[in-house]
């Protein structure tokens, strides 16, 4: 059984990061390369700290993993150093955890019973044991193909390879089922290639996944826009079943700030994107950061994303503006009691590497430089309050105005929700005013054998979520087509993490 006073013996330790001149020279993800025996004696370190807890919250659907990891076991398997018994229970739950261990943002963590008390030494380093599992799992071969044993006759169209798709192509596949994924865009991948930048997650982790999934044999078709490319009526012959993960990558924009249309301002995807294929061998990124004094608006993920591909592209300064107030370091139990997500300052590798990040500022103009090019922005003091129906509204705090130098401007305040696309159309799906598209309790929409799932249903989301979602509408589909399913459902379209209103 587990060490109860692991966490008592052992102080919490992130993974080592590379020198930040190291990092700034290249693409390559952040962390420190060290031997394998030196790294697996240290996440065997940090594995036991977990006390195996009579309710382990950590993978609590409401409050901890929605996939339902079975975190206390895994971590147990890891002190122990059983690593192929580790995988096997890991992958039982979570179709692509070297993306999750990379990418996710890791509510798990927080929900963590350690996480009561600041006094504990701090949550058990998860997301650092589940990327050392799938790491070792595949350097050492145990990462199996598996493909079904049975033919259901049935085919699946997908539309997406994003997390949530390939999730629900590989289930389905492994279902029998004979599943087709549709992608638009020339590589396979949706944000996982093109939206998270190469030093978060070299794309070689994407590329041996979609391996294993095209040995099961999941089909894969790029360069296809269903809708356009191959007519909906098309698809409807060939396919019994379709699943829509098409993401939520309308970009939230900001048409009424004054200079918006200068050259230079952008939204964010249109930096990130070209970005990524430029680490693809693509050739130069037309929007480029070098030699250039940047200005980040938004300061969540996607910002700390242009921020560190800004300075990797050679900025010469960069700023990140946030609409709020500073967050605390420690969680504020009043505003976000455990085992909610909390309310504090998040600090990315990317702001490590530099910048300067501004708090409860607002931009009120883009300066043109007089050819239409923008050459400064112009900031205001705000706070942002709700009115009586709960809207947001960021109000001026005074009537100073602070002018910054910007020849880039990078639009990073989220997304909108579904793109306007024939698809929908011609299936008659209409969005819902979130921008996303509804479905019923067994994830099939209005459109009969039609089922959504990821962003598109929920709205721009942790890839954890796409994940779990990915694999719940591959159990309602494999039962649409067949009466049942024994595939997991890890959680309900209604499902929402457990918050404070």
Known sequence: MADPNGFLKHRRAEAAKRPVDDRLGDWAEVYEAIEQPARDEQVRTQAARCMDCGIPFCHSGSAGCPLGNLIPEWNDLVRRGDWEQASE??????????FTGRLCPAPCEAACVLSISHDSGGAVAIKRVEQAIADVAWESGTVETLPSGISTGKKVAVVGSGPAGLAAAQQLTRAGHEVTVFERDDRLGGLLRYGIPEFKMEKKVLDRR?????????????????GVDLPV??????????VLAVGALRGRDTPETPGRQLRGVHLAMEHLVPANKFCEGDGPTPIDAAGKNVVIIGGGDTGADCLGTA???GAVRV?????????PTVRDDERSPWPTWPWVLRSYAAHEEGGDRLFAVAVESFVDDGSGQVKAVRLRKVRVE???????????????????????????????????MRLLDDLGLALTPRGTLSCGTDWQTSSPGVFVCGDAHRGASLVVWAIAEGRSVANAVDTYLTGASDLPAPVHPTAIPLSVV
């Open 210 to 226: 979609l391996a294993q999934l095209r040995a099961e044999g999941t089909r894969f078709i790029t360069n296809c826009e269903v």
């Open 386 to 420: 709700r009115d009586a129906s709960g809207r947001r509204r960021v109000v001026p705090r005074s009537e100073e105005v602070e002018e910054i130098p910007c020849d880039l401007a990078l639009l990073a305040i989220g997304f909108e929700g579904v793109e306007h």
């Open 311 to 313: 300075h990797r592209q």
């Open 233 to 242: 009526e098309k698809l409807r012959a060939e396919f019994d079943a379709i």
């Open 319 to 327: 700023y990140q503006l946030d609409q709020y107030p500073q967050p």
């Open 89 to 98: 229970r890991l992958h039982a739950t979570n179709n692509f955890p070297e």
